[in-house]
C-alpha cells in the first residue's frame, strides 16, 4: 500500500474513555508482610486511554478529529517493573457506577459547530456513555447523513448497530447475545491477525513487547485506509501492520506516519 494515496479527514469519535496511569519501577524485595513484590516507583506517566486512545490513534495518522466523551474521571492504574516491563498490578478507579449517558442532542450541536466530519467512529467499552436507550436515535441520526459508522464495542447486545463496520475481539465476538443486520464484522485475532467474512488476514510475527491499545491502532488504520478509498481486505491488512507496530511499543502507542515510512 501507498501510504501517500492516505487521506487526511475529519472524524468524530463517540465513547467512553480514561486516563491509562504508569508507574515504573524496580522490585528488589518480597514485602515481609505478604508474599507480594515490592515496587520502588522511580517514574510516573499518564496516556489518553479508551476513545481518547483512538482519537490520538487517528490525529497521529493525520487526522482532525473532534470527541464526544464522559466527563466522569476513570482511571486505569499499572505498576510496572521497568527492567523487565512486567505489569505487577492495575487498579481500576471510577468503574463501580456507569457514566451519565450520551445526550443524543449533542449531534446536533456539533452539526451546528461547522465541523463538517466524513465518518464516525464509536469506542464503546459498556461503561454507559453510548446506553442501549440512546445509541439506535445516534445511529439513526448519522445514517441520514449518510455517514460510514465504524464500532469498536464490548456490548453483548450489537443489535443497535445496525449497517455499520463492525470491529471485534475474538473475545467479545464470543460473547455476542443479539447480533446487528447488515453489518460488516472484522474480528481481530492477536497474533493470528484478523478474520473477515470466514478468512483470516495473517499478520506479520513480531516481537510483542505491550498489547496495550494495539485495538484501537487497529481500529484507527482501518478506518484511515477504508476511507481512503482501499478495499475492505487492503484495510485489514494495513490495520494488521500498524498494529504490529503498536505492539512493539511499550505503553498504549500511537502509530504515526513516519512510523510507516
Known amino acids: ?26 522490585c528488589d524485595r518480597i514485602s515481609p508482610e505478604a508474599p507480594v513484590p515490592v515496587l520502588r516507583t522511580t517514574f510516573r506517566e499518564e496516556k489518553p486511554g479508551m476513545a481518547l486512545n483512538v482519537q490520538k490513534n487517528l490525529e497521529a495518522l493525520g487526522h482532525e478529529t473532534m470527541i464526544l466523551t464522559n466527563r466522569e474521571k476513570i482511571t486505569k492504574e499499572r505498576f510496572v517493573d521497568s527492567r523487565t516491563m512486567q505489569h505487577l498490578l492495575r487498579v481500576d478507579n471510577g468503574e463501580q457506577a456507569s457514566l451519565m449517558p450520551m445526550d443524543s442532542k449533542l449531534l446536533n450541536t456539533i452539526n451546528k459547530s461547522g465541523f ?5 467512529v464509536i469506542s464503546d467499552y459498556d461503561k454507559g456513555f453510548v446506553c442501549n436507550e440512546n445509541c439506535k436515535d445516534i445511529i439513526d441520526s448519522l445514517r441520514k447523513e449518510n455517514l460510514v459508522v465504524f464500532v469498536d464495542s464490548k456490548k453483548t447486545d450489537l443489535s443497535c448497530y445496525e449497517e455499520c463496520i463492525l470491529k471485534l475481539n475474538e473475545s467479545e465476538f464470543s460473547k455476542i447475545e443479539k447480533s446487528p443486520i ?3 464484522v472484522i474480528v481481530t485475532l492477536g497474533s493470528e491477525g484478523a478474520r473477515w467474512r470466514d478468512k483470516v488476514f495473517p499478520t506479520e510475527s513480531v516481537n510483542v ?15 484511515t485506509a477504508y476511507m481512503s478509498t ?15 507496530i503498536s505492539v512493539k511499543k511499550f505503553g498504549n502507542h500511537a502509530v504515526s506516519l513516519e512510523d510507516l515510512k
Open 116 to 120: 463538517e466530519y466524513d465518518c464516525v
Open 230 to 244: 482501499f478495499s475492505f481486505p487492503e484495510s485489514i491488512e494495513f490495520a494488521n501492520k500498524c498494529a504490529g
Open 1 to 26: 500500500m501507498d501510504i501517500q494515496q492516505l487521506k487526511s479527514l475529519k472524524i468524530l469519535i463517540i465513547g467512553d474513555s480514561c486516563t491509562d496511569v504508569y508507574n515504573y519501577g524496580t
Open 182 to 184: 447488515n453489518t460488516e
Open 209 to 223: 513487547f505491550d498489547v496495550c491499545g494495539a485495538g484501537d491502532t487497529f481500529m484507527a488504520a482501518f478506518v
